[in-house]
């Protein structure tokens, strides 16, 4: 089982990324996926969910409305579109699923908002 991140970068407030997780040894689609993100000093904390059966998704009040969690069960990838970032969005992002009862995490991924 492997997660590998993609995506992040340097993007001014107000800006957008789209983050992806590519998955291999598992399929995506028959689990849940989440997006956490941690942030220099801070606790790692969860920031999307999507589950498998349905697709549905769920946030963390600081994204609503701005962060999509979504899959691309032919490329068995899952995306985090990021918009109207701001300032307190800048962290390391990491991709999560848990597969035969093992929690497991890609390398992570900068997102960096800055003027």
């Known amino acids: 089982v492997q997660l590998v991140e993609s995506g992040g970068g340097l993007v001014q407030p107000g800006g957008s990324l789209r983050l992806s997780c590519a998955a291999s040894?598992?399929?995506?689609?028959?689990?849940?996926m989440s997006w956490y993100r941690q942030a220099p000093g801070k606790e790692r904390e969860s920031v999307a969910a999507?589950?498998?059966?349905?697709?549905?998704?769920n946030y963390a009040d600081s994204v609503k409305g701005r962060f999509t969690v979504s899959r691309d069960n032919a490329k068995n990838t899952v995306y985090l579109q990021m918009n109207s970032l701001k300032p307190e969005d800048p962290a390391v992002y990491y991709c999560n699923t848990i597969h035969s009862w093992h929690d497991y995490w890609g390398q992570g991924t900068q997102v960096t908002v800055s003027s």
């Open positions: 040894g598992f399929t995506v689609s028959r689990h849940a």
């Open positions: 999507i589950t498998s059966a349905g697709g549905r998704t």
